[in-house]
């Protein structure tokens, strides 16, 4: 099948290389074992897609196989360009998160009784607490309502809970968000997406509202039968509800998309700041281990946080997920139901993301200038140490010895730091000498120690 190796970066870190190596042959694997019909697979590093491969058939039938230019229906992950739109009309002044979604939907009047305004941030959140989908089984039946029968049907509902109360998906709620952008925009949802976002991407394969027949679209695969034949799922079109779940795209699309979320380029889509707010907690789960931001889902894989997007729509399973300190992004494609997409995500992570770590994680190193500041500090909040360990300058409290040290790290100016601690970010530290040389004073946050004689 289709392989693409960035070789600058991969072959100069063996243990990378292994590791995709061995993810390549866990999938070949697990794909065979699950019948699954195909998989395309993509890692991003920096910004660029290092490894890539297709697995399987996008057409069973005609044994076309999948590549890294295939396009799967990704199905939810359009909610994150729905998200990624209304936060360019934010900054754009031409609304705000806190506007009630009847500001800008004036035939919108549901409201959970004495409960405040569902807010465009209640929708980005999946905390507005409208039911889930359409008043008809539109993902059994295979019929989406268009536009009209979507307002229609919504002005006769009432909210299932008050909004802000607990995480609650909504589908729904994503497709008022798609007509709001068309309220505020004077635009289609669909061209405003492919104007405003697609083009400057440069995500030409990346289709907003495919109607089956493009080319290179992997057909979709139900279920499979007791002799592990998969029936192909009829392609349906999401009319109204299309800004919830409908776009399709490939590997090597998704692989822009990954670096723009990396925040890489200065693209002007959105605002450093913006997307740093899109990937943040807004909502976070009790168990502390997921989370949703602004069109973006939030969840741990052990020691690592990862933002992005699941999709699931009849005949694809797709996940878009990032790592963004460690400025990575893993991509799965799938055509077929219970494909278990996650799982490829977690594993790939797990194989690949330790050694991506090693082979670029600075170790950093000491000055030995710094032997000057190091010894103990005392006030009336208690007594501190400088030292130097882990090729930095710390600062570790006695009173609290398990807490983690304070980082210092030099900057231009002689004897100045900046803070690196949780709560005190950003701050400086400075080491004041008198006419002899001797240090006086360590000043930080504008309060002072002194050395220990």
């Known amino acids: 099948m289709s392989q693409t190796i960035n070789n600058n970066f991969v072959q100069q870190h063996p243990d990378v290389a292994t590791a995709l190596t061995l993810l390549d042959k866990w999938i070949t694997q697990t794909v065979r074992d699950k019948h699954q019909p195909g998989l395309a697979a993509g890692i991003v590093y920096d910004g660029e897609l290092i490894w890539s491969k297709g697995y399987g058939y996008a057409n069973v039938e005609e044994k076309i196989p999948v590549t890294a230019d295939t396009r799967f229906r990704i199905a939810s992950i359009t909610k994150t360009f729905t998200a990624t739109a209304i936060l360019q009309l934010r900054d ?4 705000g998160l806190d506007d009630p979604l009847s500001k800008h939907l004036t035939w919108f009047k549901l409201q959970y009784p004495g409960a405040p305004a569902i807010t465009l941030r209640h929708l980005l959140t999946h905390t507005s607490g409208l039911p889930r989908d359409a008043d008809i089984p539109h993902w059994t039946e295979d019929c989406f309502q268009p536009w009209g029968e979507v307002v229609a049907a919504t002005q006769k509902r009432e909210p299932v809970m008050p909004p802000g109360l607990e995480y609650k998906y909504s589908n729904l709620g994503y497709t008022l968000l798609g007509g709001v952008v068309e309220a ?18 440069a995500m030409r394969a990346t289709i907003v509202t495919p109607k089956g027949e493009e080319p290179n679209l992997a057909i979709g695969y139900l279920s499979f039968d007791a002799d592990f034949v998969r029936p192909a799922a009829p392609f ?3 009319n109204g509800f299309s800004p919830s779940a409908s776009m399709a795209s490939s590997v090597n699309d998704l692989a822009k ?3 723009f979320h990396l925040g890489l380029d200065n693209t002007g889509v959105l605002s450093p700041h913006t997307l740093r707010d899109m990937h943040r907690v807004h909502w976070l789960e009790s168990n502390w281990q997921s989370g949703y931001g602004l069109g973006i889902g939030i969840y741990r894989i052990g020691e690592w946080t990862t933002s992005g997007h ?3 729509y009849k005949g694809y399973l797709t996940q878009f997920r990032l790592f963004r300190e460690q400025k990575v992004g893993i991509i799965i494609l799938t055509n077929a139901m219970r494909s278990n997409s ?4 977690e594993q790939a992570a797990k194989l690949v993301l330790p050694p991506i770590i090693a082979a670029t994680q600075k170790k950093p190193v000491a000055d030995p200038a710094w032997q000057q500041y190091v010894g103990a500090y005392s006030s009336d909040w208690g007594e501190n140490e400088v030292v130097i360990r ?3 300058l710390q600062v570790l409290s006695l009173d609290f010895i398990n807490d983690p040290p304070t980082i210092l790290e030099p900057t231009s100016t002689p004897h100045v730091f900046t803070i690196k601690s949780s709560g005190e970010g950003g701050e400086t530290a400075r080491f004041e000498f008198d006419a002899t040389g001797k240090i006086v004073r360590l000043w930080t946050n504008n309060e002072y120690s002194v050395p220990k004689r």
Not at 92 to 95: D, F, H, P, R, V
Not at 342 to 345: A, C, E, G, R
């Open 92 to 95: 754009a002044g031409k609304l």
């Open 184 to 201: 505020v925009s004077g635009e289609t949802w669909a061209g405003y997406l492919q104007t405003h976002i697609l083009d400057p991407l």
């Open 236 to 238: 349906v079109a999401t």
């Open 257 to 259: 998309y990954a670096r």
């Open 310 to 312: 699941s999709g699931g």
């Open 342 to 345: 996650p799982q490829y995500v």
């Open 390 to 392: 882990d090729g930095q």
